[in-house]
Structure formats: structure tokens, C-alpha cells
């Protein structure tokens, strides 16, 4: 297996890691700054100057609960920001996050830059990644289970100037829509999977990241095929190693050519160039 490779979410116009320590982590989206737990930056932070317009304060529950505190008007419906040349609507959602996640930028790039002509995103929450792939050309499936998700990706393609890319928007259970598709016999181009830890489907499905993975890569494979480009694999807030899930899709992909490449994604702070982890990653390429 090859050494492990970090990817970096670099600076940009509408998002810096301005700052982070003590637990916490200081973030510029557009013209807004906000404090989130960060439970992985131990060290000490780089400023004193932690004005924010808000600060989400956790609860007692490590694992969730918590709300946004206010210390300066933000709208509440959301602003727009810009990665490239996509558009969306950031918001602070009740789940500590703002409607997109900035880490994914080197991944977004990476897949735009093998140029793939069908590309599956399972799990594809607000949608920036479809519409990442899809400004290349690429005719997209976009699978989630969350209806009101799909609904704010489908916003973000018409913000973005999109409604007209081939996109076919679906809500379902991402391991029921992929086993149907390799039923139908489907291939496509490339696969994106960011699966969370626990989800449900929109029929009560439950999807559990230990169970069901490798049932889930394994079916993917069957989707890919010898001209296929890649399959990136991505896992974050679980116990689990990046070289668990690169053996995972090495396994899984022993029969095709291309290579299986692992490592961790960060996030770049401003001030200090230091680096934030906040992922785990595996993919299979072949180009
Ligand atoms: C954290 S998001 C993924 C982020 C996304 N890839 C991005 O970069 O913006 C996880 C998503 O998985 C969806 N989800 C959870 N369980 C699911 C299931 N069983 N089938 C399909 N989607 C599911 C949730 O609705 C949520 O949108």
C-alpha cells in the first residue's frame, strides 16, 4: 500500500480557517465569522482576536446537541458563497456545520481534473460536488436521502446558473439505488461516496457505516468498469484508518487496472499555514 498523502483544502475567496486551538477553530464564509468545537486542535490558537458574528456552543452530549449563539445579525435563510465556479447557499444548520463542507475543495478538484463523463455522488448532501463535476460537462446522478437536502442542492444548481446541466436530482437509500443500478446494469464513469457515520434512508433505512461499507464499495465496483476513472472514498467522525478503507477498496477493485491511493484530508489555517485534519480518505484511480 503506498504512503499516506495529505490533501489540503487550501484558502479561497469565500472560506479561511482564520484560527484555531484550545478546542475550538475560528471560520471566515463570506462576509461572516463563526466558532465551532474542534475537539482535534489541542495545540494553542495563533490570535487573541476571536470576534465572530456567531459561535456554535455544544451541549452536554459529545456526540451532538448544542445551538448557535448570535453575537451579530447573520441571515438565517443564508448567504451566498462561491467555490470556482459553483454557487451556494451557506446557512448554520442545527448540526454545527454551515451547508457545506469546505474540506471536500481538493477532492472537487481532483475529480474535475480527470474529466469524467458520468459520475454517480452518493450521500451528495447539498450538492457542491455534483455541481463541481457537472461544470465540466459531466452528466451527473446525485443520490440523498434527505429530501429538504436534495431540494437545497437543487437551489444551488439554479443559483449557480445549472438548472440546465444533466443532473438527475434522487432521494433515496444509497445502498438500495446502488444495487438497483447494477441490477439495470449501469456503468458509470465515477463514483464519490461520503458516507456518515449513521443515516437513514427516506424509507427508515438504516445505514451503518461499519456494516454497511463494504456491501456499498463492493456494489459500486460492479458499476465501474476498465474505462472507468475513479471511485473516492471519503469517512470522517468514525474510529477507522485510512489504510482499513484503502484495503477495503484495494480489495474490491483487484480485478480492475489503476491503483488505490489513501491519506487524510485537511484543512489549511490562514495565519500559521498549520494543518487541520478532518477526514480520511481512499480512492481508486485509474487515468
Ligand atoms: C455529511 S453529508 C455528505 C456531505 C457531501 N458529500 C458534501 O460534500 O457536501 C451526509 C449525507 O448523507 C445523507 N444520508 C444519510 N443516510 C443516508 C442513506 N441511507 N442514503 C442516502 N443518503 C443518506 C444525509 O442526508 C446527508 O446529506
Known sequence: MPELQTLIAEPWADYGLLDCGHGRKLERYGRFRFIRPEPQAMWARGSSDWRADAEFVPGS???????????????????????????????????RHLGFFPDMAPVWSWMRALQPKSALNLFGYTGVGTLALATTGAEMVHVDASKKSVEVARANAALSGMADRPVRWIVDDAAKFVSREVRRGRRYDGIILDPPKFGRGPEG??????????????????????????????VYAVRMSALAIAELVAQAFADLPGHVEMGELAVREEARSLLLPTAIWARWRND
Do not use: I, N, Y
Open 61 to 95: 452530549d459529545e456526540e451532538g446537541g448544542g445551538r448557535w449563539r448570535f453575537d451579530a445579525p447573520v441571515p438565517r435563510e443564508g448567504w451566498p458563497l462561491s467555490w470556482e465556479e459553483v454557487r451556494f447557499t451557506a446557512q448554520c444548520t442545527p448540526f
Open 205 to 234: 433505512e438504516v445505514w451503518r457505516l461499519e456494516e454497511h461499507l463494504a456491501p456499498l464499495v463492493a456494489d459500486c465496483r460492479k458499476l465501474l468498469d476498465r474505462d472507468s476513472r475513479f471511485l473516492f472514498l471519503t
